[in-house]
């Protein structure tokens, strides 16, 4: 019977190590500015870094990124202050737009590639 329970619980593991790991993911993000991220999928939604400001996303076929009045200041080991796996996305700056890097090796804005 212990042999049994063994083989059913390893078995399970097996199950469970084949699977994707984004199939446990509660939410997946595409699109960071500083603290903040957009789901998948998202559009229309405004999010608020905590810099101040404001930053918007829109998407379609031309997907827009719309940065207004935003204060970001990073500083997480090989990070970058916007980061984005949307390949058409145009970013619209809006008033001023400040991003300090307090790291020699971020990178302000970085379009992360499949």
Request: include cysteine; proline fraction near 2%.
């Given at each position: 019977?212990?042999k049994?329970?063994?083989?059913?619980?390893?078995?399970?593991?097996?199950?469970?190590?084949?699977?994707?790991?984004?199939?446990?993911?509660?939410?997946?993000?595409?699109?960071f500015?500083?603290?903040?991220?957009?789901?998948?999928?998202?559009?229309?939604?405004?999010?608020?870094?905590?810099?101040?400001?404001s930053?918007?996303?829109?998407?379609?076929?031309?997907?827009?990124?719309?940065?207004?009045?935003?204060?970001?200041?990073?500083?997480?080991?090989?990070?970058?202050?916007?980061?984005?796996?949307?390949?058409?996305?145009?970013?619209?700056?809006?008033?001023?737009?400040?991003?300090?890097?307090?790291?020699?090796?971020?990178?302000?804005?970085?379009?992360?590639s499949?």
């Open positions: 019977m212990k049994r329970i063994l083989s059913i619980v390893m078995a399970i593991c097996l199950l469970l190590s084949c699977a994707p790991i984004t199939a446990f993911a509660a939410d997946t993000y595409d699109v500015i500083g603290d903040v991220g957009f789901k998948v999928g998202e559009s229309n939604v405004t999010r608020k870094p905590s810099g101040g400001g930053a918007t996303l829109v998407r379609g076929t031309q997907s827009t990124l719309t940065l207004d009045n935003i204060n970001i200041s990073y500083d997480e080991v090989s990070q970058s202050a916007i980061q984005t796996e949307i390949s058409n996305l145009t970013i619209i700056f809006k008033g001023t737009n400040t991003i300090t890097l307090n790291n020699d090796s971020m990178c302000g804005i970085y379009l992360l499949n």
